[in-house]
């Protein structure tokens, strides 16, 4: 494993957080939390995605998913079908409207991320564009280990 600076490892982890908690502050998710509105985009961009499924993706136990899609139907946002092939598993899949808040908070989100990066100095912003790939593929390489830690059978006592 390379050598990394702890400092600048701190740095990465504080910057790439503050980013994305001020554009969920800015962007109104018409008053729902944090882990509904992820669970709405992750629906929004896999779905129709399997519940055991969507729970693995977003780190989320079951009983806890099954509260936030409850509000999330409540809303007409997502609906819940039964799997035609295997009546246990549950599916899930936006509903238009559903769709329509994704896609206006995923639109306001880049809009005002491009707005902000053309406030920074172009060499600079230029370089965050340059590491696209690198943070691409730490993202799928933590979503992997997420995945591999969620399907890990319990240590036994």
């Known amino acids: 494993m390379p050598d990394f600076d702890d400092d600048e490892i701190v740095r990465l982890r504080a910057a790439l957080g503050r980013i994305s908690r001020l554009l969920d502050r800015q962007v109104s998710g018409d008053g729902m939390t944090r882990t509904n509105l992820s669970v709405l985009g992750a629906i929004g961009r896999r779905g129709p995605i399997g519940a055991s499924e969507l729970a693995d993706h977003e780190g989320i136990n079951p009983t806890m998913l099954s509260r ?12 819940r079908t039964a799997d035609e092939t295997d009546r246990r598993v549950v599916q899930v899949k936006v509903t238009p409207a559903g769709a329509r808040m994704h896609n206006r908070l995923r639109d306001e989100r880049a809009r005002m991320l491009a707005e902000r990066l053309a406030q920074v100095p172009t060499p600079q912003a230029q370089k965050l564009l340059d590491a696209l790939p690198a943070l691409e593929a730490l993202a799928v390489e933590m979503a992997r280990e997420t995945t591999r830690e969620a399907t890990r059978e319990p240590a036994k006592a």
């Not at 936030?68 to 609906?79: A, D, N, Q, T, Y």
């Open 68 to 79: 936030i899609l409850s509000k999330l139907e409540e809303r007409g946002l997502v609906v």
